[in-house]
């Protein structure tokens, strides 16, 4: 069965302290890795997909690496409007296999 | 260009009620996918449809669920005869025909008191 599991599941920093989102998986083979952020009260926000080992992207102070056995959420100088919880989720190569398994999610606070 | 929109975004039923949660994805997707996220547990998968087709249904509950995607119209996520532990955050997310991305609405909050 596919599982994700992230750590730590809650993260408090101070603003400008650099950090890194843990997101360890097992999958029958990987499709994809998704990051999402979530606000509380609204739907997850899309923001990084890999899809082999030793990608990474880039989105202002994030950035995501993918292993084949984890995936990393770096968040460089971080700043209050950061704070919010961080979900990943796989998506299987199973032939037909289009749904999300998603971690438990970090939930990150970021003080000024 | 519009998002995912989900209608409504709260909803309260008292037990044994229907609840009927409407979706429409981003113009231009033909996939939708429903989630759903119990108080203090994560997001998880309930059922995969295009248009006429449910393509995966493995995550819905076997009992008083049921999902459609018609030609013209939004998906709707119907739930029979509803009780306490049907109360979560239902999201609903879209994607393109070959991409794998999906894009999530704002979710429908459902109360069962």
């Known amino acids: 069965e596919d599982q994700v599991t992230q750590s730590p599941e809650a993260l408090r920093l101070q603003e400008g302290e650099s950090s890194s989102l843990n997101c360890s998986y097992t999958v029958s083979g990987l499709r994809g890795l998704f990051w999402y952020r979530q606000d509380p009260g609204k739907g997850p926000e899309f923001l990084f997909t890999?899809?082999?080992a030793g990608e990474e992207k880039e989105k202002e102070r994030l950035k995501a690496t993918l292993t084949k056995k984890e995936s990393f959420l770096h968040i460089t100088a971080p700043k209050p409007e950061d704070s919010a919880t961080y979900l990943c989720a796989v998506q299987a190569l199973s032939q037909g296999a289009q749904k999300l398994v998603f971690g438990q999610g970090t939930r990150l606070t970021i003080n000024p | 260009n519009a998002g995912v929109m989900q209608n409504p975004r709260h909803l309260v039923r008292r037990r044994g009620q229907e609840a009927r949660l409407r979706c429409s994805p981003v113009?231009?997707?033909?996939?939708v996918y429903w989630y759903r996220q119990l108080p203090e547990e994560g997001l998880k998968f309930m059922v995969y449809?295009?248009?006429?087709?449910?393509?995966?249904e493995s995550g819905m509950p076997k009992e008083r669920f049921s999902a459609e995607f018609p030609k013209e119209g939004p998906s709707i996520l119907r739930i029979q005869q509803v009780v306490r532990g049907d109360s979560a955050a239902y999201f609903c997310?879209?994607?393109?025909?070959?991409?794998?991305?999906?894009?999530f609405g704002p979710g429908t909050r459902l109360t069962v008191l």
């Open positions: 449809l295009q248009k006429e087709n449910i393509i995966d």
């Open positions: 890999l899809y082999s």
């Open positions: 997310a879209s994607s393109p025909s070959g991409r794998n991305e999906q894009f």
């Open positions: 113009k231009g997707h033909s996939h």
